[in-house]
């Protein structure tokens, strides 16, 4: 089999192994690029450049389930979303990782501080993060108004938290209702 059919793998265990063993945003941030290194030498030996931006759309998902168990999300619904090309599973090289927190009410003060935290962490980790806060009402307005909201919304799938939220936010922004 050529290099271009060839699987690529990352250790994903060894990856959250060593993400448990990080103390700071700058060692996690140091693991992060050591990893885009190995997809980097893998592209460069011709692996099939589809199978790495998967990759690293899939180490991306890791991080975030592991920084998102680490957090207390208290009684509130909340869940986290992928959109945009990160929504549909890939992850270019230095792109951007679009995410929605989706909330089934006004977020709390807590769950705010917690997001805050959160998304200053990715930041430091070297992540280009692009993100929004908000409750199913808002996402609904939201598309309603900007055709770019609604396609970032149909090119999703959940990351952590409570999935009905995701699902609902389907069916909710599904051809049926959103554009009658």
């Known amino acids: 089999m050529s290099k271009r059919g060839a699987a690529f793998e990352l250790s994903y265990n060894t990856f959250i192994t060593q993400l448990a063993k990080t103390q700071s945003a700058i060692e996690c941030k140091a693991l992060l690029q050591n990893y885009q290194e190995q997809m980097d030498e893998a592209f460069r030996a011709g692996v099939d450049p589809y199978l790495l931006i998967q990759a690293r759309s899939q180490l991306i ?21 992928a959109v945009g090309g990160y929504g549909r599973g890939e992850l270019h090289p230095r792109s951007d990782i679009d995410l929605l927190f989706v909330l089934d009410k006004a977020v709390s003060k807590s769950n705010g501080e917690t997001i805050g935290r959160m998304v200053t962490y990715l930041w430091d980790c070297g992540l280009d993060l692009g993100h929004s806060v908000r409750t199913l009402d808002e996402c609904l307005d939201y598309a309603k108004e900007d055709i770019t909201v ?26 049926e209702h959103m554009w009658l």
């Open 61 to 81: 998902d890791i991080l975030l389930r592991y920084l998102w168990a680490q957090e207390d999300w208290g009684e509130q619904k909340i869940a986290l979303i």
């Open 150 to 175: 609604m396609t970032n919304m149909l090119e999703s799938r959940p990351v952590a938290g409570e999935e009905s939220l995701f699902t609902r936010l389907k069916l909710l922004t599904d051809t």
